[in-house]
């Protein structure tokens, strides 16, 4: 059985289409749990989405382009991590690690870890034990990821900023 019913499915589109229907819902559970101090801010974040998702069904087209860029880009870094795996002499199939790459992806944003360092040599040594690929492997798979999804990245991003700074206000 699925852990999600149709019926499930049914009820929450039915709120999410009709925001006031789950503000009125939400409005007990705002009161009692979210401190004074950050109900200004949780009311402007309510707002903020149920206007991006008006926006949204608003613009269908734009709605599924974008949709199909983040599915498109997804895709690409999925194939370049398997390019790194391939690299390394990692005999996994395709699909595996296309598999393997959004739960790594996953674990790369847990707020635990700094750049996720830890959490995805963690995931990757787990997740790669299963086809009997060694921890030192999956570290160094880990390593790459993070030397071209962050290092080089990085590098990009500074020098944009040193060609046009702008002011950060703390």
């Not at 039915?14 to 200004?40: G, N, T």
């Not at 635990?112 to 030192?136: D, K, N, P, Q």
């Not at 900023?161 to 703390?170: A, H, S, V």
């Amino acid at each position: 059985a699925s852990p999600v019913a149709p019926g499930d499915l049914a009820v929450g589109v039915f709120f999410l289409a009709r925001d006031k229907y789950l503000k009125a819902l939400l409005k007990p559970v705002f009161l009692l749990l979210i401190p004074e101090k950050y109900k200004e801010k949780v009311s402007r974040l309510y707002t903020g989405f149920f206007s991006a998702l008006k926006f949204a069904a608003e613009k269908p087209k734009l709605l599924a382009a974008a949709a199909g860029a983040g599915l498109l880009l997804w895709g690409m870094n999925a194939l370049a991590f398997y390019i790194q795996s391939v690299s390394l002499s990692m005999n996994a199939p395709i699909l595996f690690m296309v598999l393997v790459f959004p739960i790594m992806a996953l674990t790369d944003i847990l707020p635990i870890s700094f750049a996720g360092i830890g959490t995805r040599e963690a995931a990757l040594i787990f997740m790669l034990s299963f086809l009997a690929i060694s921890a030192e492997a999956a570290v160094a798979l880990s390593f790459m990821v993070f030397f071209t999804g962050y290092f080089l990245v990085s590098l990009f991003g500074l020098a944009a900023f040193m060609l046009e700074p702008i002011k950060l206000e703390i």
